[in-house]
Every structure is written in C-alpha cells, then in structure tokens.
C-alpha cells in the first residue's frame, strides 16, 4: 500500500536546479533506499519531506491526501519524523529527557508532569530496545545504542503516530554486529501491527550491502532526477552503481604521472608508518605506510572515518590503541576539510592566515607578514587584491590556496589533505591537485583524502579504502577505478 509519493517535485537554489521532477512511491512496512552520489539531491528531497524546504513545483501525497508541510513541527505531527546521520543527542541528559527533549508534557504552572514523561520515552524506547536503561547518561552509552535512542527519540516526537521514519547514512559509524542489531530494529519497526501496517523507513545510504540485505525496493537520484529503481536483491550492484554515477567506467587513466610506473618508488624513504591506529570511536583500525615523494589516497564514505583518521594522525585527536611514528625532521601539518570553520580566520586578512602558526618568534611584525602574504599571492597565483585583503572575500579556490600558504610556509614533510577541492571550481581544482603533484615530485610525503573518486584515481599513486573504521591494504592507483572503489567502500 503507498503511503507516500512524489510527483513532479522540482526545486531551484538561485541558479542552480537541484531537483527536476522526481517521482516515486514509497510503501508502508517496507524499507526504501535512497540512494546517490553527493550532490545528487537527496538531502534536498528529504529536506522537502521534512518541512525544512519547500518545493518549487510538483505534489507530495501522504496517505494519499496533499502533503505540503509548513515546518518540521507540522511534518512530526503528520507523522514523518528522520534520524539525522549527526548524533543530536544531549550527552549530560539522560536517555529519558533525550527522547522526550522538546515535547515534554506540561502542567498548569508550567511544571514537566515527570511521570507522564517517564512513560513517553519508556513506550518509544521499547520499540527499539530492551536493555538501554532511560535513567543512563545518553553520553555514556556506545555509538550503537545512541543510535537506538535517536530512533526511538524520533518516535516519541510523533507523538506515537509516525508513518514514515528518515534514516540516514544509521550505519556509518557503526560495525559489523552494531548494523546487524540496529537492522534487526528496523525490520521489527516495518512489520506488520494489529491495528495496521507498520512504519515505511526511507534508508539514505551509501553502503550497496546494507541496501541489498535490508532493502525492499531502491531509488537512484543522480543529477536531480530519478535514474533507476527496482528490487535491490534482483539488480546486481555494478548496475546499482553505473545508475549512481552514469556512465561506464575504463580503468586505463591516462592523467597518471609516467613517473608512477616505474618500481623504484619504493626505494624512497619512510616518511609515516601508521600502525594498527584506532581513536574514539572512528578509526577503529588503520595501519599504512607513506614514502616520501607519494601520494597516498584514502576513499570512503562520509561517516567511514576519514577525517577521524586524519586528526588521529596529527596529533589533534586522542589514539587510544595503535601507533603514528613520524620519520621525517620537518613533521605533519594538516589541510583541514573544514575550511571556513577550522581552516582559516575568514575575517581576517591573507596575510595574517598565511603567518598564523609560523613556528618561532610569538609576535610577527606586520610588515613581515605582508610580505609573506605578498609572496604566497605569487607563488601559488591567488587572486586577490593584495596582502591585506580579508580572506573571507576570496572564492572558494582562493581560500584554499591561502590554507596550503601556511602549510608550505611551515615548510612540513609530511602533508595530510583532507577534502582539499570541496567547494571550489573546476579550474580551481585542477589547480590545487597539480601543486600536490608538484609538491610530492619534490620530496613532499602527502596523504589525500577526497569524496571525488576521480580525483584519486588520477592524482594519487596508491589508494586505500576506508570502510565502516577499518583501512583495508594500500594498492596501486592503476588497479583502481571509480565503480572498483565505490563497490569497495560500499560492500
């Protein structure tokens, strides 16, 4: 029975179309993937779902009456409610007052009626589990169970009537047995009830093995637009992924450097040997070896760890079991993906970004650092009006260079890259990916981690995936594709 359809949805930021027409059904008691490439509009749909956004033209049906949800509050109480792939939970709370955030009964003078409460969060919680305590600091629980009570959290906020439950990317930081038990949830959730058919579950994932293991039918949005659908369990997954990405992949990639062919990079010194390194929670294992004058590639899915992996290895991220050794004079610096908020003072000008973290003296002189910052603009061709110029006002691309300036100034052996092309254009791009190029030919040991599958199989001399915490072994670039890496991050 449909519960919930799309018809025509269509939707526009600016410039910029996001969706174009999508249309498909969703049944009650069944789990339907959604499945895409970053970018392909997903979040945007779920987002309309959701009462977050609202779409430009076309109809959703719920329950086969017009669906058009002013908010979020008014989409809960119609009974669509999502897991985000983000923990929202309150780690001092505990799991009671989590589940019940929000939507706590109140009495006349305003008093939470506590009882009442209680009872709330103890008949959405018994939905999804039976051995999480309500009085347990929701911090203080695993990853899994956390996961457990943002379900049943999610419940509660429909006030015991929801319909369809959003979940997405629910294993991403989860193992092997964690996904196996919070799938065993979900298949109790959409099975059948006395009083009616049970809840329809939208699964927003990357993993091909969850999709074809738990999903009853499957959706692929690529570039706005539906682009294949069918049973999961009677489509192979390199079919699932050609609908993903459109198009056929060759594995020959002629961008490789004529250097890469040769055998003797590995008579190149050791510059990092990660050993069995595992933080809290993610990574669980990673073990690699780095030479210098390499770039080594690290794929995987959002959620698998990479970034963890990253900071890990900088020294920014406690690691709780295993061993970074660093064999080079210079150190590790670290491009962070989050530019704007980790990466950079935006606010500030270029010149005060490139000398920021400048080892030695406490204090630059001003004229110092505009001549850094005069020299960086040169060096790496920013486009910007001067020294002084507030990064903030620069592209994206710019941006970017300004955060690989004080990198170089530092003058590092070892550089951990992490999502270095987000964000910027293609010119840009190309770009960025020759000056790593560039920087490995003269020594540089570089570690590139990148959503763009394209992007390492032509860039990076050995690649390693990522997968659920665990890094499997490097192998040689040429040995990759985009549907090889994709299949094997997803598996």
């Not at 959002?302 to 900088?314: D, I, K, Q, W």
Request: hydrophobic share 40%; aromatic share 2%; glycine share 10%.
């Amino acid at each position: 029975m449909t519960i919930l359809s799309f018809e025509g949805i269509q939707k526009k930021f600016g410039p910029v179309t996001v969706l174009r027409g999508v249309a498909f059904d969703v049944n009650a008691g069944e789990v339907h993937a959604l499945l895409g490439e970053n970018g392909a509009g997903k979040s945007t749909l779920m987002r309309i779902l959701l009462g977050i956004e609202h779409a430009d033209d076309g109809t959703m049906r719920l329950d086969g009456a017009l669906y058009r949800p002013h908010d979020a509050g008014e989409a809960r109480r119609a009974g669509v409610v999502m897991v985000p792939q983000e923990r929202t939970l309150c780690p001092h709370l505990s799991v009671a007052e989590n589940i019940v955030l929000g939507i706590e009964p109140h009495g006349p003078l305003g008093l939470v009626r506590r009882d009442e409460a209680r009872e709330t969060a103890e008949r959405a919680l018994a939905q999804v589990t039976d051995h999480v305590s309500l009085e347990a600091r929701a911090g203080s629980l695993s990853v899994a169970d956390q996961q457990l009570v943002e379900i049943a959290r999610a419940l509660a906020q429909a006030g015991g009537a929801a319909k369809i439950l959003v979940l997405d990317e629910p294993t991403s930081s989860l193992g092997k047995s964690d996904a196996e038990r919070l799938f065993a949830r979900v298949r109790a959730l959409k099975a059948p009830k006395e009083d009616g058919p049970g809840l329809a579950i939208i699964l927003v994932t990357h993993f091909l093995a969850d999709v074809k293991a738990e999903a009853d039918r499957y959706t692929v949005l690529r570039d706005g637009k539906v682009q294949g659908a069918g049973d999961p369990r009677e489509t192979d997954a390199k079919t699932i992924v050609h609908e993903m990405l459109g198009r056929e992949l060759e594995t020959a990639l002629e961008e490789l450097d004529a250097e890469k062919e040769s055998d003797g990079e590995e008579e190149a010194p050791i510059a990092l040997e990660v050993d069995g390194v595992a933080g809290d929670p993610l990574p669980r294992a990673a073990s690699f070896v780095l030479r210098r004058g390499e770039i080594l590639g690290i794929a995987g899915l959002v959620g698998s760890g990479r970034t963890e992996l990253l900071r890990a290895v900088a020294g920014l991220d406690p690691v709780v079991r295993g061993k970074v050794d660093v064999k080079v004079a210079r150190g590790v610096g670290l491009l962070s993906e989050d530019r704007g908020g980790e990466g950079l003072m935006l606010a500030r000008a270029i010149a005060d970004n490139v000398t920021l973290s400048r080892s030695g003296p406490l204090f630059v002189r001003p004229e110092e650092a505009r001549a850094e910052g005069a020299r960086w603009i040169a060096e790496l061709a920013i486009r910007a009006s001067g020294p002084e110029q507030r990064t903030g006002d620069l592209s994206g691309g710019n941006q970017q260079k300004v955060q690989i300036a004080r990198l170089l100034r530092e003058d590092y052996d070892v550089l951990l890259v992490d999502e270095p092309t987000r964000g910027i254009d293609v010119a840009s791009k190309a770009q960025v990916l020759d000056l790593f190029r560039d920087l490995a030919k003269k020594g540089k040991a570089i570690v590139l981690v990148s959503s763009q599958l394209d992007e390492l199989v032509t860039t990076c001399d050995r690649i390693a995936v990522l997968r659920r915490g665990e890094l499997g072994a490097a192998k040689p670039a040429r040995e990759w594709d985009e549907q090889s890496l994709l299949l094997e991050a997803a598996s």
